[in-house]
């Protein structure tokens, strides 16, 4: 099996700048025409016909820079990616060198966090932290996005060139297999699927059963839950018409977690709103960010500084309207220099939660991708 440091000899000259696989249809692409920063603009560049395309990365804070362009050649598929053989032959080898921060000071930005829940200012806060991870060979993030895909249930994965996004991004690769539907836009329907509450996997399964049907079960996460699905629903009712909500939420799984799911649906209400616009309109939902929104951003921003584009979105629209946006969970950020990344995980802090479980909860959570990178 080939090594990090294996010579390009092979390498498909079709590698893309972007991909996004999801079983219900993928895309990738290549080359740059046009690039934008500001979300709005790629999103009037779409409603004008001045852009057929955009694909990329929206951060998790609304006034960073995004990494959206207007990509030079594409393709889609009706199913997920089949990873090329060359990367699934890249056995990328990687280690932890840091916490950021570690268990015991994100026990204390928990009750930090409860504390002004308590105080009644606000209702939910994701708190997440960080592991920072170094290779002595270089890193290949084609090779990990494949290993995401191929360890996925369902075939998630997403890579995106941060380069447009300018200044220290410049060289730097988001890549990911995150579970969690933002919107998804086909001809006049659109689709959610937030994700909130979750629950490890064990490979017992009486374990992993009772896990489920506990996570089910539980007050705390339904609530927990709620905040999301209302804040959707709040967001999409003057975009869509015959929204669909189902009164509870359902079980949905990965490899490492259960979660609370609900799936909306609805009809687009203006043929012009592209799924560009939708995304824009939904994020960040309760799930990565908290509510009331911009209460629990300023919250989170005081805790942990700027996430970039961790909780952020990924994904694409073209000018028809269609596209798909996933919430970028389950990443890591690859360096300019490919020695090193940043892996991400968080989880809903509301009133009733405890400091260690959501430390398990986040330590869960990183085993996706530091699975990737065959962290221990």
Partial sequence: MASGNTPDVGRPVTAPDFLLSRPTGSLRSQGVVQSFTDPADAALALRSGACGLVVGAIGFEPDAPAALTEPELVVRTDGP????????GIRTRARVVEEI??????????????????????GKAVLARAVRLESDEPIDPHAVCATLIDSSSHADGFLVDLSPAGDHCV????????????????????????????????????????SARALRDSGKDAFEHSFVVNSIAEALGPLCVDLEIPARPSLTSTREMWHLGTRIRGRIADRRTTALDLALAVHPTPAVCGTPTDEARRLIAGIEGPRGFYAGTVGWADASGDGDWMVSIRCAEIDAGRTGAIAWAGGGIVADSDPDDEVAETAAKLRTVLKAFNVS
């Fill in 171 to 210: 060289g730097r690769v988001l890549v990911g297999s995150s579970p969690e539907l933002l919107v998804r836009r086909r001809g006049d329907v659109v689709e959610c699927h937030p994700l909130a509450g979750s629950a490890p996997r064990d490979a017992d399964p009486a374990v992993d059963q009772a």
């Fill in 81 to 88: 990616l089949e990873p090329p053989a060359y990367f699934r």
């Fill in 101 to 122: 921060p570690s268990p015991a000071e994100h026990r204390a930005r928990v009750s930090t966090a409860l504390t002004a829940i308590n105080a009644g200012g606000v």
